[in-house]
């Protein structure tokens, strides 16, 4: 079937089949256009203090000067960003962009072990991390090629004298910085401050050069970075703009951004296509403590709001915020993970908002389909946005029947270029005609609309972040005690899944709590397995794979 004629006729009113691709070369062009447009705008707040457009743009161009004049590092060389949702996080990245650097998101969560590895596997040669997380990275980089670390403190762009009051009180007070001792280390407010005395020299970025090293597990094994070309950015935020409708008003729109940055669906929407808005950034650096989430809610006639299901829960589930003004709420985004009919009936009854759901990868920059805001179809993924082909296959390769479930695979000018020094990853991921395969079984509907029906590979959505049974397999199999082990996820009403390992201990045995500490002192915390089922043996194929899916299916039926 020729699904681009299909689709032809499937849109709404005002949002093309196609867009422009040519109106941007960069995301530096991006940034730079909308920091003179909108100087005096608010760009991001978090933590109390607020960067207008103009502040942001001094403040990455001082950053940008101080890497050209102050370092060795030249464009094209890779600086990790390791930080929450605060406003020094747009000015770092946007200032490497300037320069010409590859900016690496990193997990702060990471533990060592997951930051070695991305810090290695990109050549990483600069750090910028929150003082929070520094001592983790002090462990970390003897054994790596970091040559140059910026460490940030919580109130850094805060004036001078409240920036030193609240850091020492976050420090000495409440205790959230453990002690750590980088020698070397830069202060960033110091760096700012150098870099504003030196000369920058704009770089060009072309639409081919990488702008982001995005690190996912991809269809399987170890962490690997996507590389996401300028081109890829760009594209995207101009695909996914449209299905917004004019509900997006330029220099106006208020947005909650209390998903990571770090993490590329909130990188796209909050640094790409509502900064190309023009629009206020409301940064949430710790979504977990809803008391203070609302209470920050409270100070602004927010427009927008990015989330997903089990944050939508959580905060409907809140008195205080039942209880705020949503007069002003017109655009709900969800995405990460799978938005249930419940969660999203209850998000409209109590904010008088839809929500659009929206469905993407990491590989995709990452929207691939939406919910056109004009006509949001409930348990669907939407519709391809502009620009983007689609199609399902079977396992032998074979275009699937309209309405029949096939894995879905997708091209456009959002696709990443490949893995980052990862060529036959690269090739087995996309089909002989270009395509790339996202590994999640889907349905096309006779309108259009695509519904997932069942992921084909074996990743574990929690809250939002992928986890790959693979990693959780190779730690829990590195414990002496341990024979072999699968891990899979479970439904999880908090987290939407959660993590479930079923092992086979040698004869001296193992206990769940010990296994919990092993877990906890080499994986992020959301990857920890919440459930240990103890077995004698595991369901294996008849030449000694782990059925995975017959235990995932056990553990859901139970």
């Given at each position: ?300 006639k927010f427009t927008a709001f990015l989330g997903l299901n089990t944050l939508f829960v959580a905060l409907c589930n809140n008195e205080e915020f039942r209880n705020l003004d949503f007069s002003s709420l017109k655009l709900t985004s969800s995405g990460g993970m799978a938005l249930t009919s419940d969660t ?215």
């Open positions: 079937m020729d699904l681009e004629q299909f689709y032809q006729d499937k849109y709404p009113a005002g949002v093309p089949r196609e867009v422009d691709l040519n109106k941007y070369n960069s995301m530096v062009e991006v940034f730079e256009q909308s920091v003179k447009k909108y100087a005096d705008r608010p760009a991001f707040t978090a933590v109390g203090a607020t960067l207008t457009y103009r502040d942001l743009d001094t403040q990455s161009r001082n950053f940008a000067a101080w890497l050209q004049n102050k370092t060795d590092l030249k464009p094209g060389d890779r600086i990790a960003v390791q930080m929450p949702n605060v406003s020094q996080y747009p000015v770092v990245v946007f200032g490497a962009m300037r320069a010409g650097l590859i900016v690496v998101n990193t997990n702060p969560l990471y533990t060592t072990r997951e930051m070695e590895h991305q810090f290695n596997d990109s050549g990483a040669k600069a750090l910028v991390v929150l003082a929070n997380m520094a001592e983790n990275a002090e462990k970390v980089l003897p054994h790596t090629g970091v040559e140059h670390v910026i460490i940030t403190e919580i109130a850094d762009m805060h004036s001078p004298i409240k920036r030193t009051l609240m850091n020492s009180v976050i420090k000495h007070v409440k205790k959230m910085v453990p002690p750590f001792n980088i020698p070397g280390a830069h202060k960033l407010p110091a760096v700012l401050s150098a870099g504003a005395r030196e000369k920058f020299t704009p770089v060009e970025c072309k639409k081919d050069d990488i702008a982001v090293l995005q690190y996912t597990g991809g269809t399987t094994g170890v962490a690997k970075g996507a590389m996401l070309t300028h081109g890829n950015l760009v594209a995207n935020l101009l695909q996914t703009r449209p299905m917004m409708g004019d509900i997006v008003v330029e220099g106006q729109e208020v947005v909650v951004a209390p998903l990571p940055l770090y993490h590329i669906y909130s990188f796209t929407l909050n640094c790409g296509i509502m900064l190309e808005a023009g629009a206020h950034n409301v940064l949430i650096p710790n979504p977990r403590d809803i008391p203070g989430f609302v209470k920050e809610l409270k100070n602004h999203a009936k209850m998000w409209e009854r109590v904010t008088g908002c839809e929500i659009s759901e929206g469905y993407g990868m990491t590989e995709t920059s990452p929207v691939v389909t939406f919910n056109p805001h004009v006509a949001i179809q409930l348990g669907t993924i939407g519709l391809p946005i502009p620009s983007t082909m689609i199609k399902t296959i079977d396992d032998e390769g074979n275009e699937t029947p309209l309405g029949e479930p096939g894995e879905l695979c997708v091209k456009g000018p959002q696709v990443m270029r490949g893995y980052w020094q990862r060529p036959e990853d690269t090739q087995k991921s996309f089909t002989e005609d270009g395509y790339l395969k996202t590994g999640d079984v889907a349905l096309i509907q006779e309108d259009g609309y695509i519904r997932i029906v069942d992921r084909k590979k074996d990743m574990i959505i929690v809250s939002g972040f992928n986890v790959y049974p693979n990693e959780i397999e190779d730690v829990v199999s590195s414990h002496p005690k341990v024979v072999e082990c699968a891990a899979v996820g479970i439904p999880d009403d908090k987290s939407g899944e959660a993590v479930k390992v079923f092992l086979v201990p040698t004869a001296e045995g193992v206990t769940e709590n010990e296994l919990k500490e092993f877990c906890r002192e080499r994986l992020t915390a959301y990857k920890v397995p919440k459930h240990y089922e103890f077995r004698e043996e595991l369901p294996k194929t008849n030449v000694g794979k782990i059925l995975r899916r017959e235990l995932r299916d056990e553990a859901s039926a139970s």
